[in-house]
DNA sequence: TCAAAAGTGTTAATGATACACCCATGT
DNA sequence: ACATGGGTGTATCATTAACACTTTTGA
């Protein structure tokens, strides 16, 4: 693999661990979506690589030795995020020969769902990671646009098939915070009688009798995503 | 990575292009699905690297410095099929550290759809390739029982979101054979009546005016794949 | 004339869509 | 009392599922 002079000069955090004996490297790359009420949010990072200074970048590191990828990204949500139990998912695996300035970096996609309400003060700052609107997001660096939309597509399907939304939510949550979460992903608006009628008839969600507090309106019912319900029902017929 | 001694000792096809200085090596692990009336059938080859010596695994090889993914799919198609332009669908990556005897080597693994009708006297003889009934698949050498079962899943809900399908007959095709392929992909039984009434109404056949020849009984029309006809529709509305 | 597969319609059940008003709470 | 979001039902339409007989051809 042949460098380019003037970016082999350039150190940086990436040079040092792709060993240019080695014929490829293998990364992780994670677009984490980040859900908090009506916005869905993807960690970037500012990435200082030549000839991408100053454009941003998705998470990512090369994976060890010693770990699979499932380690390897989450290894790398810990490290970013602090979190550790998150969602993820391996979405597409992006090799083209020249991805990546550095050399022959072979890359997997992951994605990965964080409830950013419940754990916004545990993330680091902004300068550490930049949470983007996804509505917001142009051009990356690298591939890495590609790479997110692929993603996004990916969620966009699963969140119809899988309760995978779940993880984006508190907890316990009321059903229109289930269906603006739906809306934002999908981008599309849903009727709210038909939705509650769907949810109730899929028999997954488990009613708390409890209500919602410290709102200045009717408060709402509050459920929760119902594991057991859920892998019966998967179990019986299909689902959604 | 630490080699097992004895298996280091094995010189083998494998051995001398994973070179152990890599810190990893990537490879691509193709199932090649092959359909001929009323079975599907997947390529095998002999493995003889311990401690797998006469398992049965399927095609793969390393990817070189010079080809991305579907290039060196492609590549080992071509090699063992003597085919291209074969349908070529990236499914997921493996990457246990421990998958493979002589070091690490992470996998991207294919799936690929080839009408073995059309093609059989092309393709090389028993001992180089073995077509397995998909039904017949127990065990297979390293990880590749699991690679087996994840490519034959997503065909499975592939075909039934997608024309893939089409892939696997010959141009011209009677509605029983699209019928009796749909039937061994999903490996359950079809209506007739719904199942023409439901591929009329999705408007992406062409319908011929011709019929079979050479058949012992009432002679079935001629269809095809109209790729236009399918384009359009996924434009306008969704599909399937 | 027989065997073998081709071809064809209707009904019932289920799921999806469209749509508007009253309710409970906090301020 | 008012503003805000919470909560509910019905009618229509589209899709799916179940089901049996006649037709055409070659042997």
Redesign the interface.
């Known amino acids: 693999?042949k460098l380019n002079k003037s970016v082999e000069e350039n150190i940086n955090s990436w040079i040092s661990q792709i060993?240019v004996?080695?014929?490829?490297?293998?990364s992780v790359d994670c677009v984490i979506f980040g859900y908090t009420t009506r916005d869905m949010f993807v960690a970037l990072t500012k990435c200082d690589m030549p000839p991408f200074e100053g454009d941003y970048s998705l998470v990512g590191d090369i994976?060890q030795?010693?770990?699979?990828?499932?380690q390897a990204a989450n290894r790398i949500l810990q490290e970013r995020t602090g979190l550790t139990n998150v969602y993820l998912e391996?979405v597409?695996?992006f090799?083209?020969?020249n991805r990546h300035p550095l050399g022959?970096v072979?890359t997997?996609a992951y994605y990965s769902l964080i409830k950013l309400n419940e754990y916004y003060d545990k993330l680091p700052g902004e300068d550490f990671l930049i949470w983007r609107n996804i509505k917001d997001v142009d051009t990356l660096a690298f591939d890495h646009k590609e790479i997110f939309d692929v993603c996004l597509s990916r969620l966009q399907k699963q969140v119809k098939e899988q309760p995978v939304g779940f993880n984006l939510l508190p907890k316990k949550f009321t059903l229109n915070q289930l269906q603006e979460l739906y809306e934002v992903i999908l981008g599309v608006e849903l009727d709210k009688r038909n939705f509650r009628r769907k949810l109730k008839s899929l028999n997954i969600l488990q009613d708390h009798d409890e209500l919602q507090t410290d709102v200045s309106h009717r408060p709402a019912k509050l459920y929760s995503f119902n594991k057991k319900l859920y892998e019966q029902r998967v179990a019986d017929n299909f689902l959604f």
């Open positions: 693999m060993n004996e080695y014929k490829l490297a293998l994976v030795p010693s770990e699979n990828l499932d391996q597409q695996t090799s083209e020969t022959r072979v997997v």
